[in-house]
């Protein structure tokens, strides 16, 4: 197996408490998480030889093993025969906030590619005119996109607007996010409220995000509200469960 002419994982100091409770393995793992979060640790780095990483941080083949493989269970690190242990990507982590998978994708560093599946005038299901407060089969405006970062497919995003609320060009909505062009428009984003769940992808999902059919999703239902109170827009999205998760805060009420 060829060996990376240097070590990636030799510049980020890594190092174990021996006097902690928390196992060797996890606390190796979390430091080479943290480093492919911060992009300290690039897509497509190969790490080195197990043995060599073992004997430099003092601790055991296996453990080194286990901690890589804890990173290869959640998508970051991938084993090829003949190239080695190689960093895939990492998890996009969410915040629970008025914000779009564009902005969020952009600040992790992930370079968010669109691709516009339908942008088109259809009448409003029943979900849909509820969530827009607009009657049954009225017509309102319906994008899909996929939502890809590295090359790699991370969501497949349905949106539904009012008509004629702003105008809706595929190439703008290819080349930066809808809350980018809806503030453009002069649509102020005052509030939202949101749902998220998961459930398991059906075939012609699976096949636009990558993953197999049955594999788990992210789900996430969005309302936006502008500051008259008024539905400006809302969303049903599907995240790939490998590579995407949402973080939430939590306070004690008191």
Known sequence: MPKPATDP?????????????????????????????????????????????????????????????????????????????QVVHSQVRRPLALSSLYDDLEAAGQRPTTLVLHNTVEPAAPAVAAALGVPEGAEVHRIDRLRSAHGEPMAYLRNHLPLGLLPLDSAELEATGLYRVMRAAGISLHSARQSVGARAAGAAEGKLLGEDTGAPLLTMERRTFDGTGRAVEFGSHLYRASRYAFDFQLLVRT
């Open 9 to 85: 994982t030799v510049a980020l100091r890594l190092g174990v408490d021996r006097s902690s409770p928390v196992p060797l393995y996890f606390q190796l793992s979390q430091q080479l998480e943290a480093a492919i979060e911060k992009g300290r640790l690039s897509p497509g780095s190969r790490l080195g030889n197990e043995v060599e990483l073992a004997a430099r941080l003092g601790l055991s083949r296996p453990t080194v093993r286990q901690a890589i493989q804890s990173l290869v269970d959640k998508g970051l690190l991938v084993r090829r025969r003949g190239v080695g242990t």
